[in-house]
């Protein structure tokens, strides 16, 4: 019996670092073995600032990990996020060139290939090459056409890129760190494997990861992903509204935010007060809850209105039957999921990492989202390699950075 295989996932946010060790067993079995996490101010709405100090930060978190999970870590799946993250829809087309007209593993790698070349400039790397459906001549909605007969192979691809700086500064960071870039994956894509059912998939889903710098948006449907976006703003714009709306610290208006923060104020009863601490050595002094989330309402509705915007920009996003999945570190903010509702008019649900096994309990939480999914992400390369599965790679990102980036090589 082969021996259980680990797969490093690498959350690298605005606020902290967090690293997840997961174990893959016979016949699939996937479970949580370690869980490591490091204070971050390296970033800022997911662009790297010091990268020194997040290279401290990455070897703290994996160190973490490797020592709750008992195992040595080399290579890691690590995310990347940013507003530089783009994406775009592409088809490729090619003539069936198999035995009797089948279609082979070397035609799907050939059409994919095909859809791929378009137009990138030369400061962006893609990132992902994400198969949607192929059509083998007239015949529409096939996820696999190996083996059919036909004479035109075509493939609806999605591809996520990246800034080529921001790509060449998250992998040296990792490197300093001491550690391997298996994959740069990026963040919307990696919250998906982990938080979405594949009835949501197939019927239609919004995925939001509202994190401390940035809010990622992932759109799939038909069970294929067909929009990305990154908006650069999160919980740690509600929190500096806090801190400017309340005149006090910026740690007490996290944690004001974390304990008693509501974004929708047609949820709160009564009229209940908490203390606030002054700024300075002021004297604390009582607030209202509703003073509070009229602070925090208008900021939530704001990213929530900029992500519904960019949903709709996609052709078919009125039938999304499944609604919007909500996670990441903002998610668990009461209230985050009716005012959703109300902004897009459609139903919310909390996004918890699924299915997960070992000290799973530990990453059950929204927050843990990312960091979950790029385990789930390089699981699934990895039960494909041991089972000797032909597929292309959905990035090429580190080979095109080795051509370009000495310091790689």
């Not at 593993?105 to 137009?119: G, L, M, N």
């Not at 008693?260 to 606030?276: N, P, Q, V």
Request: with cysteine; proline share 3%; glycine share 12%.
């Amino acid at each position: 019996m082969a021996a259980p295989q680990i797969v490093t996932g690498l959350d690298i946010g605005t606020t902290k670092v967090s690293a997840v060790v997961a174990e893959i067993g016979g016949g699939g079995a996937f479970a949580i073995r370690g869980l490591g996490e490091s204070p971050s101010s390296g970033l800022r709405q997911g662009n790297l600032i010091h990268l020194e100090s997040t290279v401290e930060a990455v070897r703290h978190a994996l160190g973490q990990a490797e020592q709750m999970a008992g195992t040595s870590i080399r290579g890691v799946y690590a995310s990347i996020a940013g507003d530089h993250i783009r994406s775009i829809n592409s088809r490729g087309v090619i003539a069936i060139s198999g035995r009797d007209n089948e279609v082979t593993r070397e035609d799907i790698d050939r059409v994919v290939e095909a859809a791929r070349a378009v137009a990138i400039p030369s400061n962006r790397a893609i990132l992902h090459v994400i198969p949607q459906e192929f059509i083998v001549d007239d015949q529409t909605g096939i996820t696999d056409p190996v083996g059919m007969s036909g004479v035109r192979l075509e493939a609806e691809v999605h591809i996520i890129t990246a800034s080529a700086t921001a790509v060449r500064n998250v992998i040296k960071c990792i490197e300093r760190a001491g550690y391997r870039v298996d994959e740069l994956v990026a963040e919307p894509l990696a919250s998906s494997w982990a938080v979405l059912e594949e009835d949501e998939r197939r019927l239609g889903v919004v995925l939001l990861d509202i994190g401390a710098g940035t809010t990622d948006v992932a759109v799939h449907f038909d069970g294929g992903l067909h929009h990305t976006a990154v908006i650069s703003m999160g919980g740690a714009q509600i929190t500096n509204d806090i801190a400017i709306g309340l005149r006090t610290p910026l740690e007490a208006a996290e944690q004001i935010k974390i304990e008693h923060g509501c974004a929708y104020s047609a949820m709160l009863r009564g009229d209940e007060k908490i203390a606030i601490p002054g700024v300075g050595g002021r004297e604390a002094r009582s607030l209202s809850l509703h003073v509070l989330a009229a602070i925090i309402e208008p900021r939530v509705e704001e990213i929530l209105t900029l992500a519904r915007e960019e949903v709709a920009r996609l052709q078919g996003s009125e039938v999304l039957a499944a609604g919007i999945v909500i996670t990441g570190g903002c998610a668990g903010l009461r209230g985050v999921g009716e005012l959703a509702e109300q902004v897009f008019e459609m139903p919310a649900r909390l996004g918890v990492p699924l299915d997960v096994a070992g000290i799973g309990d530990l990453t059950a939480e929204p927050r843990h989202a990312t960091g979950v999914g790029l385990t789930r992400y390089g699981a699934s390369w990895t039960r494909q390699a041991a089972g000797g599965a032909h597929r292309m790679r959905g990035s090429r990102v580190r080979d095109w950075l080795r051509a370009r980036v000495p310091f790689l090589g």
